[in-house]
T-cell receptor, first 110, second 115 residues
């Protein structure tokens, strides 16, 4: 397994449903960030959660962090077709670089 | 809001040619990074740069790659002799300092296509 692994790899839901994506990592971290990427486009920063935080909200997004389990989850509530994208978690540790997971591809059907 | 910018947005080159990808990090940031993402794959770390020198590099960052901060604003990635497998999206990022909770800010990326 690699640092920053998301599951599921792919998720397909109906508009209005909630989407939950998980990320696991191996080593200690300073913070964890979630990004969205539309096909072939740049990275859009969603949320940063610090290692001393357990939960964070931003609009329809809710991120949790469990450092004891080395895992994080991203919940998107009341999903919209425009939420269709790939979602990546990236961990940041003392090494000074971000390590990205493989990503979850979310498809929201209208 | 300050942002990282990258030019060009898309670069097409012939195999064996040299390319320079340019980035302008956020002005008060001290740490600079290059990452790449091959189509359909995850984002991979290439190199980090601090105080005018490389602080860390990955196995991908071999002798064909080099980075430079030629002036007070630009941060460049040079690929000396491009290969087909260098085709990818290249992202520049910067951080204010090494502080525990500081966020990396990513640029919009340069799509490099090697023919």
């Amino acid at each position: 397994s690699q640092q920053g692994e998301e599951d599921p790899q792919a998720l397909s839901i109906q508009e209005g449903e909630n989407a939950t994506m998980n990320c696991s990592y191996k080593t200690s971290i300073n913070n964890l960030q979630w990004y969205r990427q539309n096909s072939g486009r740049g990275l859009v920063h969603l949320i940063l959660i610090r290692s001393n935080e357990r939960e964070k909200h931003s609009g329809r997004l809710r991120v949790t962090l469990d450092t004891s389990k080395k895992s994080s989850s991203l919940l998107i509530t009341a999903s919209r077709a425009a939420d269709t994208a790939s979602y990546f978690c990236a961990t940041f540790a003392n090494a000074g670089k971000s390590t990205f997971g493989d990503g979850t591809t979310l498809t929201v059907k209208p | 809001e300050p942002e990282v910018t990258q030019t060009p947005s898309h670069q097409v080159t012939q195999m064996g040619q040299e390319v320079i990808l340019r980035c302008v990090p956020i002005s008060n940031h001290l740490y600079f990074y290059w990452y790449r993402q091959i189509l359909g794959q995850k984002v991979e770390f290439l190199v980090s740069f601090y105080n005018n020198e490389i602080s860390e590099k990955s196995e991908i960052f071999d002798d064909q790659f080099s980075v430079e901060r030629p002036d007070g604003s630009n941060f460049t990635l040079k690929i000396r002799s491009t290969k087909l497998e260098d085709s990818a999206m290249y992202f520049c990022a910067s951080r204010e300092d090494r502080g525990q909770y500081n966020e990396q800010f990513f640029g919009p990326g340069t799509r490099l296509t090697v023919l």
